[in-house]
């Protein structure tokens, strides 16, 4: 069984505010710092670090894309499928992260929507049945890529981040395994309570596994009629940025290793909980070694 992760690649330019700026405001950055990041990219690297074998598949610009080349070499994840295109700006975002550690983020796609169907009749050639093929919703041609992984019988499994309009054009009755946040979750069902939102999803989803994470209140897991639930960690919060990236791929190899949904979560949480205590993105994604000492010393 492998794992593909067809998903985007950012430069993050991110910059500490005092606030999020509201509109017609000018602000002040008290500092200023360029980091890898991308949802894809964040979660090829959770997925590499935690030790599971990933294929990276994606698009970057040839003049600026040396800083997510370099992090993804130095770090065990397969790029036979990434293409470096000439002429053109890599993904990127433009990050505010306020004193609280939350973050408001614009993203510019480049590369990201040069995504081709050659690129991925050509990547998808080689993989197979029970492949697993892990999506984000920052790049283009997402429902055909659904729609041929599909027709091999791959699994797929979908974070759809940024939630936008594009999401509700996806077959999205081919998703084995949702990851959602709570407003995420709210666009694909309705729901007054956590419990609500989980049952509805998993009625409109029969088949699928349904993950949610709900910030401080933690996370949760359903399956037909079972549940679980996990607490967060309580930890210094420095910046909030792909906190849900390590979750998703933390939580995907720990259940492709067959641990049971429970463990899943505690182990997602807390390798979440160490990205939030550090600055930037594909940085601040802990190794397995690094969450195994963190569980060893908290009690949860
Ligand atoms: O989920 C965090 C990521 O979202 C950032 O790294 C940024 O690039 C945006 O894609």
């Known amino acids: 069984m492998k794992i593909l992760n067809f998903g985007s690649l950012n430069i993050d330019y991110t910059y500490s505010v005092d606030h999020i700026l509201v509109g017609g405001e000018t602000l002040s950055a008290s500092d200023r710092n ?41 770090n065990p994840i397969n ?28 993203v510019y796609g480049g590369s990201n929507h040069l995504i081709t169907y050659e690129q991925i009749d050509e990547t998808l050639s080689n993989f197979d049945q029970g492949d697993y ?8 041609e997402i429902p055909y890529l659904m729609q041929e992984a599909h027709s091999k019988g791959m699994k797929i499994v979908l974070n759809p981040s940024p939630f ?17 946040n709570e407003i995420e979750a709210a666009q694909l069902a309705e729901g007054e309570s956590d419990e609500e939102l989980l049952d509805q999803l998993v009625k409109k989803f029969p088949d699928s596994h349904v993950i949610m994470t709900v910030g401080s ?12 639930y996990h607490d967060i960690f309580d930890i210094q919060v420095v ?19 067959g641990k049971n949904p429970k463990d899943c979560l505690r182990i997602a949480s807390a390798a979440s909980a160490l990205a939030v205590s550090k600055a930037g993105a594909g940085p601040s994604i802990p190794t ?4 195994g000492k963190f569980l060893s010393k908290v009690n949860l």
């Not at 936008?164 to 959602?180: A, G, N, R, T």
């Not at 209140?217 to 679980?228: D, F, L, M, P, V």
């Open 217 to 228: 209140g933690g996370s949760y897991y359903a399956h037909k009629t079972i549940r679980e």
């Open 239 to 257: 910046d909030t940025t792909a906190a849900g990236d390590t979750f998703t791929g933390y939580f995907l190899s720990s259940y492709l290793e």
């Open 288 to 291: 397995l070694q690094e969450v």
């Open 164 to 180: 936008d309009e594009k999401i509700e054009k996806m077959p999205l009755q081919y998703v084995d395994f949702f990851l959602v």
């Open 79 to 106: 790029l036979e499928y990434l293409r470096i295109l000439p002429g053109v700006p890599s993904g990127h975002t433009f990050i505010q992260v306020d004193k609280d550690g939350q973050n408001c983020i614009l």
């Open 34 to 74: 360029v980091y890898a990041g991308g949802k894809g990219l964040n979660q090829s690297l959770a997925l590499a670090r935690s030790g599971a074998e990933v294929w990276h598949a994606g698009a970057i610009g040839e003049n600026d894309g040396h800083i997510l080349l370099e992090i993804l070499e130095t």
């Open 133 to 140: 093929l892990l999506l984000q919703n920052e790049i283009n």
